[in-house]
């Protein structure tokens, strides 16, 4: 089952993050092959036998679209992407290691965290400090509402 040759690239034949991903093999021509591995951040020298990169590494301006030949009346042709001879992979070489991409999501998470915070504020869901808060300015409302009402009721009863 092929993989992706190129540094920290997790597609695979069986798990790949995007449905139906073609795989190139490593051209025989030594120059363009040391090419490819020093796209890939590898050692010129290294022996390939079995490697390929996937397709998101290559540009889309490097490949050819072929019709394919109906095999039978009942079957349909099919579009063939051939890569271009002298492309080289340009696309996602630089990509993080899954350290890197872990750090990553546990600081996303943190701002997510942060953000549903600010938002439980905004939604008008009250922390307890509000709550405390908004009790004892009800409460001082409530006190001067109760003496304003004695104070009005004190001044129509004496009339």
Known sequence: MPHCFVLNCKNRTGYTFSKNVRYYSFPRNP?????????CQKDENRKITHERICEIHFSSDCFEHKMTKPRSTHVASKV???????????????LPSKRQKLLHFSEKRNDQE?????????????TYSEL?????????????LQSIDDMESTTITER
């Not at 942060?114 to 009250?126: D, E, N, T, Y």
């Not at 405390?132 to 409530?142: L, R, Y």
């Open 31 to 39: 120059k363009l092959r040391s090419e490819w591995l020093t796209a």
């Open 80 to 94: 063939a992407y051939k890569l271009k001879i002298g492309s080289v992979p340009t696309e996602f070489l630089d």
């Open 114 to 126: 942060a953000g549903s915070l600010k938002k439980s504020i905004c939604s008008g869901i009250p």
């Open 132 to 144: 405390v808060g908004s009790t004892e300015s009800n409460f001082e409302e409530n006190t001067t």
